[in-house]
């Protein structure tokens, strides 16, 4: 699914308009949802974590790093990586996605995703130290409803 | 309570669970009538409706998955790495899904986002499928690639 490019269908799905890698002259799909009724992507996320957890933004996997699979996964009682496997380089489009701070922010917003959101973040983080340096500048862009505490 | 729908889809899961031909026949139909997915998991006003009939699609193929599991890595191995082009209709009958039961109902499923965008308020059981699929089996998900015998020993974590 990561290799069809599921994670960045389902990501640019969440995102609409504001996604990074929709072209500059795609039509403007305009914000779901409304007053009284928000679309609900917990199940989006949930899929979109899941796949995450299992891929790597480095493109030759794990031949890299000691450690495999990532901190997330490991403690888990069924790992979604199995023992003797190696994590699937994610692609540039999903990669472009993972790296916007957008992403972040669009999610957090509401307050509702912060499970998912915490579990991508820790494994990109594992990931990547230059993303642990993107994700404290989104904990400092955050509006003050959500530096109250409310998420981190 | 549960409504009589929700009785016969609870009878219709746990059938589909211990029959993997009628879970295979079950996704093939609905690959080939993508309507199904639009009138009964998207436009359907009934949340017992939806609920019900995530739930069978996510049983019918975690059920297929490890019948298929061979097949799916052993196309994966040609195709090599992540070469998705960003906003693919990932509807293509080649690749490696194309063989394979699931393959086809998984790109012809992604390939019903924008009807589930125009049917924001009932999207949430579509996205459940991709949880549940997420969850099912591990060469489903397609985004590991068995390592070598000699990669294999190191990437085991130490204990």
Not at chain 1, 41 to 59: D, G, S, V
Not at chain 1, 62 to 79: G, I, K, L, N, W
Not at chain 2, 51 to 80: C, D, H
Request: proline content about 8%; overall charge neutral; glycine content about 8%.
């Amino acid at each position: 699914m990561i290799e069809r490019g599921l994670i960045t269908r389902l990501l640019d799905f969440f995102l609409g308009d504001k996604s990074p890698v929709r072209p500059a002259d795609a039509p403007v799909e305009g914000a779901l949802g409304n007053t009284v009724m928000q679309p609900k992507y917990f199940h989006l996320l949930n899929a979109a974590m899941k796949l995450i957890q299992c891929a790597t933004t480095r493109p030759t996997g794990d031949a890299e790093r000691p450690e495999s699979p990532s901190p997330t996964t490991a403690p888990r009682e069924s790992p979604l990586v199995p023992a003797g496997a190696t994590l699937v380089p994610l692609s540039e489009s999903d990669g472009v996605l993972l790296h916007s701070q957008v992403l972040y922010t669009h999610a957090m917003q509401d307050g509702l995703y912060a499970d998912q959101v915490c579990e991508i973040m820790a494994h990109m983080m594992w990931e990547d130290k230059y993303f642990t340096a993107l994700s404290i500048s989104v904990r400092f862009a955050l509006p003050a409803r959500s530096r109250t505490g409310r998420l981190w | 309570m549960a409504t009589p729908f929700k009785d016969i889809g609870a009878s219709l899961v746990a059938l589909y669970r211990k029959h993997i031909p009628s879970c295979k026949l079950f996704l093939s139909r609905l690959t080939r009538h993508a309507t199904y997915i639009d009138d009964l998991l998207l436009c359907c006003n009934s949340d017992a409706v939806r609920t019900t009939l995530a739930e069978l699609i996510g049983t019918a193929a975690a059920a297929l998955l490890p019948f298929e599991e061979a097949l799916l890595l052993e196309q994966q191995e040609p195709s090599g790495g992540a070469g998705v082009v960003a906003g693919g209709d990932g509807g293509g009958a080649g690749g490696a899904g194309g063989a394979t039961v699931i393959g086809r109902f998984v790109d012809m499923f992604t390939a019903r986002m924008p009807e589930a965008r125009k049917n924001w308020p009932r999207f949430n059981e579509y996205f459940s499928v991709f949880d549940t699929l997420a969850d099912a089996s591990f060469p489903c998900r397609r985004f590991v690639r068995m390592g070598k015998p000699g990669e294999a020993a190191a990437a085991v974590p130490p204990p």
